[in-house]
Structure formats: structure tokens, C-alpha cells
């Protein structure tokens, strides 16, 4: 078959696990030419549409809701399938979910596409369900493991010697779901004092990280490949996949079994709709809804190791049997290949809705709008105050500098003050004044007076002449 072209406008990473599952993987296992439809965080290109055969419109990417109609708008023109492509419950997120906040100005848009869309794919039968009213175009594919990313472990027992672990891999949005188990983990802890908890992904709920026997052995990642190579490091005994009786939760996919099953795991799993779907109770994995039964079936997965291995074997069988993304493949490949249906006038609740979705956007649009314009004000106010703390900083520094110059001349005086008192002290000194009489005396000349032997001594050598005229001496 011909190779098909594919672009995808998402608003999440091109590694990220949402991509790599939804479109990515089946596109790159079928050989086709997938691009992305925007570029970074807000750089849209509608004028890409014309490069590929299929538009894929992920999640809430109508957020950005008019590049979202140029989109639309030049499928249309140009005949190409249009495609929505939703594996959540978004419209009706739980209020204690941690991201509800950050999708309430895409609903509108999200509604939109839902109505507008060719064909929408969505992960599971009950989100199926729950959209068919407002799109009858609805198909279930569901999401499995891309068999080129995973390298299967086969179970195992325990070491002897080693710890008990209870393990626990998912994001920071199932903390709410993991702390509705958390005093009964708590119990586990200080009933078995050599069992551990161990979390990949989203850290431990505050109230169990406190136990030194509680491990956060591996922070979230955004590429999926990362994430893969890490996980498949990850041993515990014992597996958990709570998950609150939301209808969110319950529109969620099987992927966790399938991840656990991967590395050899066995686990406990709510018994909601997205693992009463492969989880045969008793047979490849323990299905728990109240407090007591999950009390029940994580202490005889702990007290029994046999039950464990034999569990194991079974969950990796029912992997092999339809976890596999090649298993799924040509659905989606038939999908995505479906020609473009007729275009057929909407009923009159979907007409109403449609336009009720626009005008939800545009009002959450203009709020957006608001608000931007709002924390730029905001920020021009930051701005103004921080360039005034700077000015006042460098005021405060010249200030400073001037004091170290003041503080340098006031030394100095005082230097300059003690040696002053110094000479005062030496000027009133006796020892000072008669210095002062000795210099008034070296102006006069005391050289020493020549000696009496030294007068007379030119008189002491002369000697008187022997001549005949002198008398004789009278005797």
C-alpha cells in the first residue's frame, strides 16, 4: 500500500509518551511520513495541511482555538480526513485531579473538534460511549505497547535474602489516586518490617515519604524511550494500579497493566473498567475495589509467593495475546486510511453546540486574553519597582562607598591627630628643653685654649750665640 503522509497538531512533546503511543509508534511501525503541525510552544503552521493525506488534532490543542479553525478550514478545502484523537476524559476532569486548572480554556475548543471531526479515535469503548451523541463517527483504538521499545523480562522469584517490595509506577496526577490506599500501605509497613516501598514517577504522598523503607526510585520523564530504558530496571514483588471510582478514571486505557506485565510484574488493580477489561481476577492479576479488599489481596500476593510467579506467567500470556501495538495496528492503519465520509448537516443539539462551543472559547480566549494583559501590567509594575530598587541599590552603594571614603579620612586624622599629640608631648618635655638650651649654646665657639707647654714652647727651644763681645762671667 501506498505510504501515507501524517500531520499531527498536539500540544504535547514530540518524545513525550502521549506521542510515541497515540501516533508516533503505529505511524513509524506502518512507515509512514509523520510531522508535527506546530512547532515548539506556540508557533501553529495550518499551511502544512497541504503537505500530508491525514490531519490528526490531538487532545486540547484547539486551546489555540483560531489556528485551530485555519486548520480545520484548509482540511476542508483540501479534502483531507480530519481526525480528533482523545484518550482522556478532558471534559470532566475530578476536582481533586492536579491538572483540572490547566485545561478549563480549552473545553470549548475540544467540544468543537469533537463535533467537527471526520473521525474521532478515542482509547477506550466507554469514552465511545460517552461522545457518540455529539459525534457518531466514533472509533475505539486502544492504546498498547510499541513492542520496538520494550525488551520483555520474564518473572522471577525473589531473592532470599532481599526485601519485600511493594512498587508503584505512574505520574504526579494519580498521587490523589495512590493516597486513597495510603493507611492501608502504612499498615503494610509496620505489619511486614521488611517490606519497602518503592515509587517510579511521581514521588511518595507526603505522609508515607517520611519512612525510611519508602524509596522514590525514579523522577517523571517526558521521553518515552527514557522512560522505557529506566522502568524495565524496576523489580518489585508486588505491583499496585489504584485508581478513585471517578468517571474520569474509569474512561482511563489498560496501559499500566501492560507496563507491569512487560517487566515480569504481578499486581492489584481497582476494579474499575480499565483493567475489568484484561485482568481475569485470581488468574493474571488481583481486581480490588474497598479498602478490605485491597488489604485482602495485597497480603496474599505478599504471603505467597507461588500465587505471585504463577500470576506473573499469566499477565505477561494475556501481553503476548493483545498488549502488543502490532496486534492493533491495522485497525488504526483502516482508520486513518477510511476515506474522507460525506459531510452531513448537523441535528439541531449539535448545531447548539457547536455554537455553544465557540462562544465558550472565544469568552475563554478573551479572559486569556485579560489575564495576559493583566500580569504584563503586572510585570511592567515588577519592572518599574525593580529598576527603582536597582537605582536605590546604587544609591545606597555610592552612599556606602563614600562612607568607606569618610571612614578612610577620619583614620587618617586620627593618625595624623595622634602624632600631633605626640609632638606636644615631646615639645613639653624637659628632656625637649634642654635640647633646646644646648642648640642656643653651639653658637658660641669653645674650642679648647692652647696649653701653657704649648705657649712656651717656642721659647724653651731658642738658644743664645757664644760670641766674644759677650762679658765673661764673673765667678
Known amino acids: 500500500m501506498t505510504e501515507m503522509r501524517l500531520v499531527v497538531y498536539t500540544t504535547v512533546p514530540w518524545e513525550h509518551a502521549l506521542a510515541m503511543l497515540r501516533y508516533r ?18 508557533d501553529v503552521h495550518p499551511e502544512r495541511v497541504a503537505d500530508a493525506d491525514v490531519v490528526l488534532i490531538q487532545r486540547d490543542f484547539p486551546r489555540f482555538f483560531e489556528s485551530y479553525l485555519d486548520v480545520m478550514e484548509q482540511a476542508r478545502r483540501l479534502g483531507r480526513l480530519l481526525v480528533y484523537d482523545l484518550d482522556d476524559l478532558l471534559l470532566a476532569l475530578p476536582v481533586e485531579h492536579p491538572n483540572r486548572q490547566d485545561y478549563f480554556d480549552s473545553l470549548g475548543g475540544m467540544l468543537h473538534a469533537m463535533l467537527e471531526a471526520d473521525v474521532l479515535v478515542l482509547s477506550t469503548p466507554l469514552l465511545a460511549d460517552i461522545f457518540r451523541p455529539l459525534n457518531p463517527r466514533g472509533r475505539v483504538w486502544p492504546t498498547a505497547l510499541p513492542e520496538a521499545y520494550w525488551q520483555v523480562r520474564l518473572p522471577q522469584e525473589r531473592a ?41 514517577g511521581a514521588a511518595p504522598p507526603d505522609s508515607l515519604r517520611i519512612c525510611s523503607r519508602v524509596r522514590h526510585c525514579l523522577p517523571e520523564k517526558n521521553s518515552y524511550a527514557g522512560f522505557v530504558s529506566s522502568f524495565e530496571q524496576a523489580i518489585a514483588d508486588v505491583w499496585i494500579a489504584p485508581l478513585r471510582p471517578t468517571l474520569f478514571n474509569r474512561c482511563k486505557s489498560s496501559i499500566k497493566f501492560w507496563e507491569y506485565s512487560a517487566i515480569g510484574g504481578v499486581g492489584v488493580y481497582s476494579r474499575l473498567e480499565p483493567y475489568q477489561g ?34 506473573a506467567c499469566n ?8 498488549g502488543w501495538l502490532r496486534q492493533h495496528l491495522d485497525a488504526w492503519e483502516a482508520i ?11 441535528n439541531v443539539t449539535q448545531q447548539t453546540l457547536a455554537r455553544l462551543s465557540e462562544q465558550v472559547q472565544h469568552r475563554s480566549d478573551g479572559h486569556h486574553l485579560e489575564t495576559l494583559e493583566l500580569l504584563a501590567a503586572v510585570s511592567g509594575r515588577d519592572a518599574q519597582i525593580a ?11 555610592q552612599i556606602a ?22 609632638l606636644d608631648e615631646v615639645f613639653q618635655s624637659r628632656s625637649w628643653r634642654a635640647l633646646q638650651r644646648l642648640q642656643k649654646l653651639r653658637r658660641f665657639d669653645f674650642s679648647p685654649l692652647p696649653s701653657f707647654e ?7 727651644t731658642h738658644q743664645p750665640s757664644s760670641s766674644s763681645e759677650d762679658p765673661p762671667v764673673s765667678t
Open 25 to 42: 509508534a503505529p505511524a513509524d511501525a506502518l512507515g509512514w511520513d509523520v510531522f508535527p503541525g506546530k512547532d515548539g510552544a506556540n
Open 160 to 200: 532470599a535474602d532481599a526485601p519485600l517490595v511493594i512498587g508503584y509506577m505512574g505520574g504526579s496526577t494519580h498521587l490523589p489516586d495512590v493516597e486513597m490506599i495510603v493507611p492501608l500501605l502504612a499498615r503494610l509497613l509496620d505489619d511486614y518490617p521488611q517490606m519497602e516501598l518503592h515509587f517510579w
Open 278 to 311: 484484561v485482568v481475569r481476577d485470581g488468574e493474571n492479576g488481583l481486581l480490588a475495589a474497598s479498602l478490605d479488599e485491597w488489604d485482602t489481596a495485597l497480603r496474599r500476593l505478599v504471603n505467597d509467593s507461588a500465587l505471585r510467579l504463577r500470576l
Open 315 to 322: 499477565a505477561q500470556a494475556t501481553l503476548q495475546d493483545s
Open 336 to 346: 486513518l486510511r477510511a476515506p474522507q465520509p460525506v459531510t452531513t448537516a448537523m
Open 387 to 397: 529598576n527603582r530598587d536597582v537605582q536605590l541599590a546604587n544609591r545606597n552603594a
Open 401 to 422: 562607598d563614600h562612607d568607606v571614603q569618610l571612614a578612610d579620612r577620619n583614620a587618617q586624622i586620627q593618625i595624623l591627630t595622634h602624632r600631633s599629640n605626640q
Open 454 to 460: 704649648s705657649f712656651m714652647l717656642p721659647y724653651a
